[in-house]
């Protein structure tokens, strides 16, 4: 009860500043980092157009995840990232992790699908892919879904 009372605070307080995404911090702050970094590049892209209309309540845990680097659960009123424990610590590159943390949002802001394509950032499972070449698939993904 205590959760949904403070929850609801916390909403209308947010509302009142108008924020559009909303972060419930996890612990990690590589985690949050990586979602300021990546939200800032959506949102810069996406500034002329009205991808989103309300608050988005996001909250960023690292757990043991069985069967999935990452993960975006969408909820009635905003969506979770769930980052592996185990990926995150030892086996994720920092671009892996940047790429994973895109993908994710791609998945969370705009409800999109995976890719066939296996060298896309949007792929299910993909190998980490070169800077410039993620750079770019980025930038024509939010170009296309921004000027919609």
Request: charged content about 30%; glycine content about 2%; hydrophobic content about 40%.
């Given at each position: 009860?205590?959760?949904?009372?403070?929850?609801?605070?916390?909403?209308?307080?947010?509302?009142?500043?108008?924020?559009?995404?909303?972060?419930?911090?996890?612990?990690?702050?590589?985690?949050?980092?990586?979602?300021?970094?990546n939200l800032r590049i959506i949102e810069?892209?996406c500034s002329s157009s009205q991808y989103?209309?309300?608050?988005?309540?996001?909250?960023?845990?690292?757990?043991?995840?069985?069967?999935?680097?990452?993960?975006?659960?969408?909820?009635?009123?905003?969506?979770?990232?769930?980052?592996?424990?185990?990926?995150?610590?030892?086996?994720?590159?920092?671009?892996?992790?940047?790429?994973?943390?895109?993908?994710?949002?791609?998945?969370?802001?705009?409800?999109?699908?995976?890719f066939s394509d296996p060298k896309h950032?949007?792929?299910?499972?993909?190998?980490?892919?070169?800077?410039?070449?993620?750079?770019?698939?980025?930038?024509?993904?939010?170009?296309?879904?921004?000027?919609?």
């Amino acid at each position: 009860m205590k959760q949904m009372i403070r929850f609801l605070l916390w909403g209308v307080v947010f509302s009142y500043l108008n924020a559009g995404f909303i972060l419930f911090p996890s612990k990690d702050k590589r985690i949050e980092e990586l979602f300021s970094k990546n939200l800032r590049i959506i949102e810069t892209a996406c500034s002329s157009s009205q991808y989103r209309k309300t608050n988005i309540f996001t909250t960023l845990i690292v757990k043991d995840l069985p069967d999935a680097i990452a993960y975006c659960h969408k909820k009635a009123n905003g969506f979770v990232i769930a980052f592996d424990t185990a990926y995150l610590e030892r086996i994720l590159s920092d671009l892996e992790k940047d790429q994973v943390m895109m993908h994710e949002l791609v998945h969370c802001v705009f409800d999109e699908e995976h890719f066939s394509d296996p060298k896309h950032f949007m792929a299910e499972f993909f190998e980490e892919i070169p800077k410039e070449t993620y750079e770019i698939q980025v930038e024509e993904y939010l170009k296309q879904k921004c000027q919609k």
